[in-house]
């Protein structure tokens, strides 16, 4: 079983950036998708971005438009979220979370058979 870790999340300014790291143990991120996730105060759940085990990736390109990135450095088992001109309805608690399977998938957003989850981060940007 894989266990994740968030960490990174702060106070920026809008149009700051911040990188949140996602820690693994227990596992290697290397077999495994993982995803970001968000939740603001008073909205749902949502994908943010996901890279699979072989290292292709999505985002949410109607949220982020090019603005986050994510990417994996399997020496530190560690999946990071570079978050570039960040707005201010980022806001949210950012989650990651390994998928059962080693695919993001075409669900992924839904965040469909994500299994383990980390306790989140907050990420506050000021207007």
């Known amino acids: 079983q894989l266990d994740v870790a968030e960490s990174g999340g702060g106070l920026v300014q809008s149009g700051g950036s911040l990188r949140l790291s996602c820690s693994a143990s227990?596992?290697?991120?290397?077999?495994?998708?993982i995803g970001w996730f968000r939740r603001a105060p008073g909205k749902e759940r949502e994908g943010v971005s996901c890279?699979?085990?072989?290292?292709?990736?999505?985002h949410n390109e109607e949220s982020v438009k090019g603005r986050f990135t994510i990417s994996r450095d399997s020496a530190k088992n560690t999946v990071y979220l570079q978050m570039d001109s960040l707005k201010p309805e980022d806001t949210a608690v950012y989650s990651c979370?390994?998928?059962?399977?080693?695919?993001?998938?075409?669900?992924?957003?839904?965040?469909?058979?994500?299994?383990?989850w980390g306790p989140g981060t907050q990420v506050t940007v000021s207007s």
């Open positions: 979370a390994a998928r059962s399977l080693p695919q993001c998938g075409m669900y992924w957003k839904a965040a469909k058979d994500f299994i383990n």
């Open positions: 890279i699979s085990y072989d290292g292709d990736v999505a």
């Open positions: 227990g596992g290697s991120v290397e077999y495994f998708a």
